[in-house]
């Protein structure tokens, strides 16, 4: 052991009760910003996960064209507006027209899992008791599975029925609700004066309101009929190997077949920027608790050295140096540091683990009857990393001013 | 202007100048003071209070800087040279018993003992304990050496600090009135201890006494009056 560090654990021993008050403070200064950035990345990871599980990592829909018009002359012509909106010197003509041969091109890529191709339209619902609007997709079932979690999202009936039953519906859970409408049960969708009679193979729930209380899922030939529409397609939806990479994807895919292609991050933007926000406060709010624990550190090991002016003098007069009382100094703050940030640790993971049994029932923009908590290192990390910052820097003061006393002065101080 | 250079000097200052206070309440305390301290002596330095004998003291320790003035340590020139220079020559040269008992309080006798010898760093732990013992035996303290220095009494506190004082082995011992809170036998026994060591070890004892017998026992006296020697 450094001689050093040896006087310093003697010096924090004399200071036991304050020393262990500004541990405290970090303890749970780190434990607190352990467990919310659990709390707050975990629901954020969760809404990412049911975004990419309801619509896919990518969603591919709408043709680029480029315009021949030159920019001058689109001014005169008052068409000007629709033009420059139109992304540039581009026009966007709505649908995929040839979606084969576009899934046939994106299945190439090789960070793409799975492609789905998806017309939408939007039609009357009407059971034996009342009637809705309900958003239609008609999916070729096994492509769907592969870009989305629908598998895990159904409530009541089976996907097995849906399969073989070519009039068959996935109804959203709201929806069904709403409806009274039961496995088995049958209702019509109407769409431009012509009517279809479908049967309910099952009840999907993804925990997204917007989606449970308006979709419906058909089988792509039946929508075709339904829509009148023989060719093309509303949108691709795409799953992708690794979910982190959909930015660049999308550029690349883009480029190669002519389509916008909108990645997850772009289409829920709104809701990523508020849990981001989320965990960026409650990162800064709970770092404010670290930081309280800094200046009561810094207020210890002023005191401390005040005591200790006499012990100062003596070291130097011994032969230590400057450098060395600030090591002693330093080396307090780092112990107290040190035990405050590995407890910490040990409180933010226990109280990670006792939050995630906390009942909560959240459906909305995901669904889940309990808290939702990830387990990242980098949460951890950082809470140590911010208070060692924090602690460091109140430690330094204390102990320069220690390094800076002037045996001389001290002991004539003392000695008159 | 000086005397000449004895061939055994060991510490040795020239015309040292020293003011201490501010503004009106200054007050030229050192005078230029010449002085040196020859190998296996003990040097005596006696004066009225407030002379100025504390303060030339921590001059030749290098614990504050004259402002006039030139100090040796062992020829080598001293007296303006950086101060981790200063310390580290603290570290291998000086021991220093203040005038009042410096003990650290929460370290036990032998902890403080051993901390000039940790900051050295020449001996193993096992050796530096050893030692540390011995010296508190020669002091009259071998069966306290666990003791904390809260737990010893003013006398005792300061036979550690002798103690200490000789721990690195230095070659200049500087004393203020290190039998100043003894009672005769153990002021006695500090004395005898610090003139054998400087005659057995060629280490220069300085020390300064209001005490006439260890006065009359020094191999030197120097007497100070208003910040010079007389
Ligand atoms: N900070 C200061 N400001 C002004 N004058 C000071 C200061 N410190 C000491 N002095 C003066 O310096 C002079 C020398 O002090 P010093 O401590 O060296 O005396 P001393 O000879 O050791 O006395 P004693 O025998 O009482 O210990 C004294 O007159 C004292 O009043
Ligand atoms: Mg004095």
């Keep these: ?211 449970d209380r308006v979709r419906i899922y058909v089988h792509l030939p039946e929508a075709r009929s339904l829509f009148q529409k023989p060719t093309g397609a509303s949108f691709l939806q795409v799953n992708l190997f690794d979910p982190g990479r959909a930015r660049e994807d999308a550029v690349r895919i883009q480029e190669v077949i002519g389509h916008v292609v909108a990645p997850w991050q772009k289409r829920e933007k709104t809701w990523l ?97 309990s808290f939702v908590v990830s387990w990242s290192l980098s949460h951890y990390v950082a809470a140590v990393l911010i208070a060692s910052v924090i602690v460091m820097a109140a430690s330094l003061i204390p102990a320069r001013r220690a390094a800076r006393l002037e045996p001389g002065d001290v002991i004539r101080g003392t000695s008159q | 202007m000086s005397t000449p250079v004895a061939a055994n000097a060991v510490i040795r200052c020239e015309n040292l100048h020293r003011h201490l206070g501010h503004d009106a309440g200054r007050v030229h305390v050192l005078r230029g003071v010449s002085f040196e301290a020859e190998r296996g002596l003990v040097h005596a330095i006696v004066g009225p209070s407030g002379c100025g004998k504390s303060t030339l003291l921590y001059q030749l320790g290098l614990l504050d800087k004259p402002d006039d003035g030139r100090i040796w340590i062992g020829g080598e020139l001293v007296s303006n040279s950086s101060d981790e220079l200063r310390t580290a020559a603290r570290g291998r040269h000086l021991g220093f018993v203040f005038q009042f008992h410096f003990l650290m309080l929460e370290f036990s006798a032998l902890e403080n003992v051993m901390m000039p010898m940790r900051k050295l760093g020449r001996l193993n732990e096992a050796a530096m304990a050893e030692r540390a013992r011995h010296l508190l035996g020669e002091v009259g303290l071998g069966d306290k050496t666990h003791r904390l220095g809260t737990e010893l009494s003013g006398g005792e506190q300061q036979r550690v600090v002798v103690a200490r004082a000789l721990a690195n082995e230095p070659s200049v011992i ?57």
């Design chain 1, 273 to 369: 920027d508020v849990f981001r926000a989320l965990r960026l406060s409650s990162a800064i709010t709970v770092s404010t608790i670290i930081l309280i624990s800094g200046l009561a550190m810094f207020n210890t090991l002023a005191m401390v050295v005040m005591e200790k002016t006499k012990d100062i003098a003596i070291l130097r007069s011994m032969g230590y140096a400057r450098a060395d009382i600030a090591r002693i100094f330093i080396w307090q703050g780092a112990i107290v540091l040190a035990a405050g940030a590995m407890a910490g640790c040990v409180l933010g993971a226990a109280a990670t683990y006792g939050v995630s049994k906390l009942p909560i029932r959240i459906r909305g923009i995901f669904s889940t009857d």
């Design chain 2, 174 to 230: 500087l004393a203020d009135e290190p039998t100043g809170n003894l009672d005769q036998k153990n002021s006695t026994m500090v004395f005898d201890l610090l003139a054998r060591l400087a005659r057995e070890n060629g280490q220069a004892v300085v020390l300064v006494t209001h005490n006439p017998e260890i006065a009359k026992r020094s191999d030197r006296v120097l007497s100070m009056r208003d910040g010079v020697f007389v």
């Design chain 1, 1 to 211: 052991m450094s001689p050093n560090l040896r006087i310093a654990l003697r010096f924090l021993t004399a200071r036991r009760r304050a020393m262990f008050m500004s541990l405290i403070g970090i303890m749970v200064g780190v434990g607190f910003f352990i467990v919310t950035q659990a709390q707050t990345s975990g629901f954020e990871d969760f809404f990412i996960k049911t975004i990419l599980g309801t619509n896919g990592a990518l969603k591919i829909e709408d043709r680029l064209q480029a315009t021949l018009f030159p920019m001058e002359a689109d001014g005169a012509d008052g068409h000007s507006d629709f033009l420059v909106a139109s992304d540039g010197n581009k026009k966007i003509i709505p649908g995929v027209e040839d979606p084969a041969r576009i899934s046939e091109a994106v299945r190439h890529f090789k960070n793409v899992s799975g492609v789905s191709i998806v017309l939408e339209g939007t039609a009357t619902l009407a059971t034996n008791v009342s009637g809705a609007t309900a958003h239609v997709q008609g999916v070729n079932i096994a492509d769907h599975l592969a870009v989305s979690d629908l598998s895990r999202q159904i409530l009541q009936g089976s996907l097995a029925d849906f399969r073989i039953v070519p009039t068959g519906a996935v109804v959203g859970s709201i929806l069904a609700a709403r409806q009274k409408l039961h496995p088995g049960d049958s209702f019509t969708l109407e769409w431009n004066g012509a009517l279809r009679r479908y049967r309910v193979s099952a009840i999907f729930e993804t925990g997204v309101s917007d989606i």
